[in-house]
């Protein structure tokens, strides 16, 4: 089966400025999860979807960042305006299961903000 | 409150074995995962134990959970080059919503 896709795989933008990144889940895969990766950390929970709706977003700065399911398939997670700190990878993932048997992630997208 | 620590760094000899250890708070993790990062590209799943096994085998890994020191390890039997990479434990937490808490990751080192 086709992974978890990714786009754009590498990202660099100045402060204050906006940036989306878009994630196309695998086929079938109800959850879809986006964590962010700072360097020399694990990643952390941004948000959570079940099909196109929330499950958990405590983690996602709202002031900021927004993201959406629309169809409970794509994904896309965007940043307005940037922060200097934002600069990390952007990891999706998705699972079938509801994630307790663990999941698949893309290869991310790595941000950086100067 | 939901936290996992790894140690940092592990080198060893291509042949030998490798110990990964962690340690997390949360005893009403339902699941403890252990994924592999490879430079460039994403996490992926290596193996992940149920909270009330002590021991799971899958081939050269080895996945030992002490339940009441909340201490998980990840065994890598005759260690190869290609096993270099960053090994990250997770618990599952409280929620059993299939978010994950990672640990800050081990860097593998296999030297020939």
């Known amino acids: 089966e086709a992974g978890v896709a990714q786009s754009p795989r590498y990202k660099i933008i100045e402060k204050r400025q906006s940036v989306a990144f878009w994630c196309n889940p695998i086929?079938?895969?109800?959850?879809l999860y986006w964590y962010q990766q700072i360097l020399g950390q694990g990643p952390k929970l941004l948000i959570q979807f079940q099909n196109n709706g929330v499950v958990d977003d405590s983690q996602l700065p709202k002031d900021r960042f927004s993201a959406e399911r629309l169809k409970g398939v794509d994904s896309t997670l965007k940043i307005q305006p940037a922060k200097l700190e934002d600069s990390a990878v952007y990891l999706c993932?998705?699972?079938?299961?509801?994630?307790?048997?663990?999941?698949?992630f893309g290869s991310g997208t790595r941000l950086t903000v100067v | 409150g939901e936290d996992v620590e790894q140690s940092l760094f592990l080198s060893v000899r291509e042949g030998d074995s490798s110990v990964i250890n962690c340690t997390y708070t949360?005893?009403?993790?339902?699941?403890l995962y252990w994924y592999k990062q490879e430079p460039g590209a994403g996490l992926q799943l290596l193996t992940y134990?149920?909270?009330?096994?002590d021991m799971k085998q899958d081939q050269r890994l080895t996945v030992l959970l002490n339940k009441k020191d909340k201490h998980l390890s990840l065994r890598i039997a005759d260690t190869q080059t290609g096993d270099s990479a960053i090994y990250f434990c997770a618990e599952s937490g409280s929620s059993n919503t299939g978010k994950l808490i990672f640990g800050q990751g081990t860097t593998l080192q296999v030297k020939p």
């Open positions: 134990i149920f909270s009330n096994m």
């Open positions: 993932a998705s699972s079938s299961s509801g994630g307790l048997n663990g999941y698949t």
């Open positions: 086929s079938g895969h109800a959850t």
């Open positions: 949360d005893s009403s993790s339902t699941y």
